[in-house]
């Protein structure tokens, strides 16, 4: 598997923002989703959003939706999630995940590849 890097997380204040990066050591142009994931400790690692690399049609959890926003920067081979109004539950470690082929992609188990992941944490 193709290693990748997350970088970006930290903490912050509820109502602040951060952004993730997920960059490749290679690249991998056989990769049609990247995503990012999230598990806070004693829960169970949840879908955040999903981006299809050919035309960017992203996808996002509930949770989430019209706080965060995932796109690509595809000739640095980066996706990137940016959060915006964090609130304390998106405290979690997140991973970013790529798949070279059709997902259902709330599913982790249909992504080949994962980052080492990043902590966010989001206080009151």
């Known amino acids: 598997p193709v290693e990748l890097a997350e970088s970006g997380g930290g903490s912050v204040k509820a109502g602040g923002f951060l952004r993730l990066s997920c960059s490749a050591r290679?690249?991998?142009?056989?990769?049609?989703?990247m995503a990012w994931f999230r598990r806070d400790s004693g829960k169970e690692r949840e879908a955040v959003a999903c981006?299809?690399?050919?035309?960017?049609?992203?996808y996002y959890a509930d949770s989430v939706k019209g706080r965060f926003f995932i796109f690509q920067d595809i000739a640095k081979n980066t996706v990137y999630l940016q959060m915006n109004s964090l609130r304390p539950e998106d405290t979690a470690i997140y991973y970013c995940?790529?798949?070279?082929?059709?997902?259902?992609?709330?599913?982790?188990?249909?992504?080949?590849?994962w980052g080492q992941g990043t902590q966010v944490t989001v206080s009151l």
């Open positions: 995940a790529a798949s070279r082929g059709p997902v259902l992609w709330r599913q982790a188990t249909e992504f080949s590849d």
């Open positions: 290679e690249y991998v142009d056989r990769w049609m989703y």
């Open positions: 981006i299809y690399r050919a035309n960017s049609e992203s």
